[in-house]
């Protein structure tokens, strides 16, 4: 009797096994086709990069010349280097800043209007369907100094002082930044109108039940429910400004003088500009460092500030 049933559970355990490694076979059949595109166009990329910055390459010539971390030492001087990373930094901060509480604000006005506020959906998230070159041309024209928008208004109103906002360096980059945030707030109220979807409605009931008003259910009971997905906005939000070129570079080509410079249109010039691809490597790689740390840094912070 004992003999059958040790048989019972040998047969068992092997089929188990046969089931587990059809399952992995199976995986592996579904999982490779990703893996391979990883590789190919995106772990094969970033290592190739860091092989590049140690040469002196023109990216005609077929002789590249091995200069070892010339260009890492290079870098780790280069003043506009690290003027381009304040200026990413400024500009991350100042997109947690306005983006996150305006999305915020936009999402918990439609939340709060139901059907009624989709006209204001609607015309909210235009700005996001919209091309970003498209939109850097749009304000480089509507910010012109002679024919722009603002230029058109004061004299309208009979003034004759122009305002330079992006000839201005003290100006150049905060004009910048309220394109950009004018852009992809609607990208996060999106994400924050999601998540108010995913709250009870039952909640919102108890606390009126309970005589909360509006404000005091939001602070309460949204805001909390709320903050998973402000982390994870607040971590695109990071890594997309630090890693920000195109509405930046139709708009000011990273001046006037470095006043709007960024680590990608300082990497763009190097490479493509003065074709010098070997330290544009160097450059790129710089970033891929320090968007890591940053990213990591802060996305911890807010992690350990959630979980108090």
Known sequence: MSFHIKEVFVKQASLKKIDQRSTNITAA?????????????IVYPIIDSFVLSTVKWNGISPNKEFVGLNNWITLIKDRFFWEAFRN???????????????????????????KSGRIFKVFWFLPYLISSVAIGFLFK???????????SIIRLFGGSASVD??????????AVMGVVSWQY?????????????????????????????RSQYFWRVSLPLLRPTIVSGATVS????????????????????????????????????KQNFGYGAAVAGGMFILITIVALTVVTALNRAEEL
């Open 141 to 151: 024209f509507a910010l012109d100094p002679n024919f722009g928008i603002f230029a």
């Open 185 to 213: 707030t609607p990208f996060y109220m999106v994400l924050y109108l999601a998540a108010y979807g995913t709250i009870p409605v039952e909640l919102y009931e108890a606390a009126a039940i309970d005589g909360a008003k």
């Open 165 to 174: 906002l992006l000839g201005r360096p003290e100006r150049a980059l905060f």
């Open 238 to 273: 990071i890594i997309g400004s630090l890693k920000y070129f195109d509405l930046v570079y139709v708009m000011t080509r990273g001046g006037p003088g470095s006043a709007t410079e960024l680590m990608a249109t300082l990497m763009y010039k190097e490479s493509f500009v």
């Open 29 to 41: 059949v579904f999982l490779a086709p990703t893996l391979i595109i990883l590789l190919v166009f």
């Open 88 to 114: 990413n930094l400024v500009v991350m901060f100042f997109s947690l800043a306005t983006q996150g509480v305006l999305a915020i604000a936009l999402a918990t006005f439609l939340d709060a209007t139901g």
